[in-house]
């Protein structure tokens, strides 16, 4: 991954300066096996991306665990970026305040957990971060001791809430693969708003289930009038539809919950053997209630989960005839940080005819899927194991950033979020 150094130079409130590495453009990432379980969300709201609004403007809440049970000399900074992930040209001094960068000092320690934990919970925005701007931002976590060094990534949206957003999705008939993808269509108003060059002053992109990796863009309107931009009506936003997402609980340690087949003591932690999976690739579709992909942290009779619910080594197995050449096979989801990474690679066992995968998680209900990562491509797809289907459930954002190259800055104008179900569109062409 390229790398680039950004050296920021503090406010005359700082008695330093100090370098951060950071990949260029910015991605979410976790640089160490020690913190688990980061998520970043509005407040009380666990299963929503980090997006807030200038005109209600909520705070954020981004929490992990840190399985070394030590109190760490952790601090925080946060960057502007612009409309690529990149760190913007607008100094941090105009949004933080007295410092660049500040001592994570909310945190709790696990109570009669066998694993033990610390975790550490920050608000934001809060009075040393001022949220003044709209556009891409991105908090980094670092030890004090070793500033140069990220531990967490996390990215996070700001909108200004300028131009409308109006989508309808539909079985995209002109796919080869026999429709198993959904087209997403969409009007954008301007709402009064004077854009002189969509082509260039604009750039739209298009995320289904909150993935990154997968995500169209470099869209250009087929329709431009005075109120409005027409995009997609040539079949050139489409995604797989794949498959619901698969699912297990483990929120108590008496019975085993869904997807569970077996839980058991081997000290010092539980472990978790959920039923073995088959690929469902070439199955008809079945509905299925689930998250899309995410994952809640919940342990019953307990009202503080995030300090009382226990690890545990959770066991995936997927069943197949043989192993599979030219990729590899992936538990994928929340749970994995959308990552197709070491961690979460499935090793095959030939004497099972399977792979198989342990992963540390936290008490609560999951969400997860089998992708593919083709070793040429470096794609990740879901549909070759999981098989794919235009009926799944799919949740899409549509982001629309507005700069040109005299602004200081690029602004996330308009926000959408469409479900391939209550936005359905079924009409013909």
């Known amino acids: ?38 998520q970043f969300h509005p407040v009380g709201k666990s299963l929503e991306p980090p997006v807030v609004f ?42 933080l305040l007295n410092f660049t960068d500040f001592v994570l000092d909310d945190y709790a320690f696990s109570k009669n957990t066998l694993v033990k934990y610390v975790n550490y919970q920050l608000l934001l925005p809060n009075d040393d971060v001022d949220i003044k701007y709209s556009g891409n931002w991105a908090v980094v976590v670092f030890n004090k001791d070793h500033p140069d060094e990220p531990l967490i990534v996390k990215r996070f949206f700001v909108v200004e809430p300028v131009v409308g957003l109006d989508a309808r999705i ?21 709402n009064g708003f004077q854009v002189r060059n969509p082509r260039t002053d604009l750039k739209v992109v298009v995320s289904q289930n909150f993935r990154f990796d997968n995500a169209v863009s470099n869209l250009n309107p087929l329709f431009d009038d005075e109120k ?8 050139e936003i489409n995604f797989t539809g794949d498959n619901e997402y698969r ?12 997807g569970v087949e077996s ?55 997927l069943k197949m005839e043989q192993v599979l050449a030219g990729g590899g096979v992936y538990v994928f989801g929340a749970l994995t940080n959308r990552e197709c990474s070491k961690q979460n690679e499935m090793k095959w066992n030939p004497e099972e005819n399977q792979y198989e995968l342990s992963l540390l998680l936290k008490q609560g209900y999951y969400n997860y899927c089998y992708a593919w990562k083709d070793q040429l491509s470096n794609k990740i ?28 800055y690029d602004r996330l104008i308009g926000y959408g979020v469409f479900n391939s179900l209550t936005n359905r569109s079924y009409q013909n062409r």
């Not at 409005?228 to 079949?235: A, D, F, T």
């Not at 919940?298 to 545990?312: L, W």
């Open 1 to 38: 991954m390229k790398q680039v150094y950004i050296f920021l130079f503090v406010s005359m409130f700082s008695l330093y300066a100090w370098s951060v590495n950071l990949p260029n453009p910015v991605v979410d990432a976790i640089y160490s096996d020690q913190f688990k379980t980061v």
């Open 54 to 95: 200038f005109n209600n403007m909520q705070q954020l809440c981004l929490s992990f665990d840190d399985l070394s049970n030590e109190v760490q000399n952790l601090y925080y900074t946060v960057f502007h970026c612009d409309r690529n992930w990149k760190i913007s040209a607008i100094p941090q001094e105009e949004y």
């Open 170 to 190: 539909r079985d995209n008939r002109f796919d080869v693969s026999g429709g198993a993808k959904q087209e997403i269509d969409f009007v954008l108003s301007k």
């Open 228 to 235: 409005k931009l027409e995009y997609g009506l040539n079949s």
């Open 247 to 258: 699912s297990f609980e483990f929120r108590e340690i008496e019975f085993p919950g869904r």
């Open 263 to 317: 839980i058991k003591l081997h000290r010092p932690l539980y472990h978790i053997t959920l039923k073995p999976d088959k690929i469902r690739r070439g199955e008809r579709y079945s509905s299925d209630r689930e998250i899309n992909g995410l994952y809640r942290v919940e342990m019953y009779r307990s009202d503080y989960p995030e300090v009382e619910a226990d690890y545990m080594m959770v066991h995936f197995t």
């Open 381 to 408: 797809q879901i549909g070759a194991l999981e098989g794919s289907h235009t009926e799944t459930e799919n949740e899409y954002r549509v982001y629309v950033y507005y700069g040109r190259n005299t602004d200081r």
